[in-house]
């Protein structure tokens, strides 16, 4: 189940089940969005991207949603391993010229076998 | 493995120290980019460098000099810091981060800095 814990959110799942993990983005002027994974000790890794002028897209076992009515992203995982634990977060660019991405909070997904 | 490298991988310094982080990528990137992220926080911008100039300073203290001595590296100078700038630092590159073209930037494993 999905659980908002002191620090961040926290998605635990079986391993096989498909996760979704959800954003909120701020800023309606927003034209390009990136999901990236983290885990413990490295880097964000980019998992997958969209542009405002599109509302799926989807890459090997991941597919992210975009609904700009409401601000909403989204990150499907499907047949989450446990490999996939890790802290995700979204990121959201303003077409200001330059890639500036302002990251989310973060959800971290706990998979067990 | 990353294609963006960054040293060292931790550091720890005094307050009255001076020390510097490194970052390189070879990737033909014009576009790059200093982080810092707290421990369960997201990363927060620092600078960017675009095309070897500064293009942004997200109101920074002086006590980190970012410093882009070719479009392919990016060092971040340190001196006089305090325990609160304890951190993680993250450097980025993105191939070209103009226009409606935005490209994703693409992150080193950063440098686990301890501030005493």
């Known amino acids: 189940g999905e659980s908002v814990g002191l620090h961040l959110p926290t998605l635990s799942v079986q391993e096989g089940d498909n996760s979704i993990i959800n954003c909120a983005y701020s800023n309606s002027a927003s034209d390009y969005f990136i999901w990236y994974k983290q885990e413990s000790g490295k880097g964000p890794q980019f998992i997958i991207d969209i542009r405002s002028n599109m509302d799926k897209r989807q890459g090997q076992r991941v597919t992210v949603l975009l609904n700009k009515t409401v601000k909403h992203l989204s990150l499907q995982i499907a047949a989450t391993q446990p490999g996939d634990s890790a802290v995700y977060f979204c990121a959201e660019n303003m077409n200001s010229g330059y890639s500036t991405l302002t990251f989310g909070k973060g959800t971290m997904l706990l998979v067990s076998p | 493995d990353t294609e963006v490298t960054q040293t060292p991988k931790h550091l720890v310094m005094g307050m009255t120290n001076k020390k510097s982080l490194k970052c390189e990528q070879h990737?033909?990137?014009?576009?790059m980019y200093w982080y810092k992220q707290k421990a369960k926080k997201p990363p927060e911008l620092m600078f960017v460098y675009s095309y070897e100039k500064l293009s942004i300073n997200e109101s920074v203290p002086s006590r980190f000099s970012p410093e882009c001595p070719n479009s392919s590296l990016l060092n971040l100078h340190l001196h006089a810091l305090q325990p609160e700038d304890s951190a993680l630092y993250l450097c980025a590159s993105s191939q070209d981060g103009t226009g409606p073209n935005n490209s994703p930037l693409h992150f080193g494993n950063g440098t686990r800095l301890t501030v005493t």
């Open positions: 990737m033909g990137h014009r576009a």
